[in-house]
C-alpha cells in the first residue's frame, strides 16, 4: 500500500511530453491519481500509468486560451483538477513587460 493515496485526484501538468513534467505524471498516476498530460507537442507514447492511475495526453500550449479552457474542461469531465503543476519549459511575457 502505497504511502499516498491520489485515488480520488485528477492533476494537471502541463509540460508533460518529456523531463521532469513526464516524471512527475508518472508519479502521480503511480499513486493513483487521473492525469491530464498536457503539452504543446505530439506525445511520443506517454509515460506509465501507475496502478490505478489514468493518464489522458492532451496536446495543448497553456500560452493559448483556448488550449487552456479545452485542458481545463477535460479535467472538469474527470471530476475537476484538484493538482496543478506547471513544468512548461520556457517563459512567456505579458506584453506590458515589453
Known sequence: ???L????RVAVVTGANSGIGL????LLSSHGATVIAADRTTFAGGGEV??????IDVKGDIAEEGDIER?????D??????IL???KWGLVIP???S
Request: glycine residues 18%.
Open 85 to 87: 503543476v506547471n513544468c
Open 50 to 55: 501507475g496502478r490505478g492511475g489514468k493518464r
Open 77 to 82: 469531465g474527470e471530476g475537476g483538477a484538484s
Open 23 to 26: 516524471n512527475v505524471a508518472s
Open 95 to 97: 506584453s506590458c513587460y
Open 1 to 3: 500500500m502505497s504511502w
Open 71 to 75: 485542458i481545463f474542461n477535460i479535467a
Open 5 to 8: 493515496n491520489l485515488t480520488s
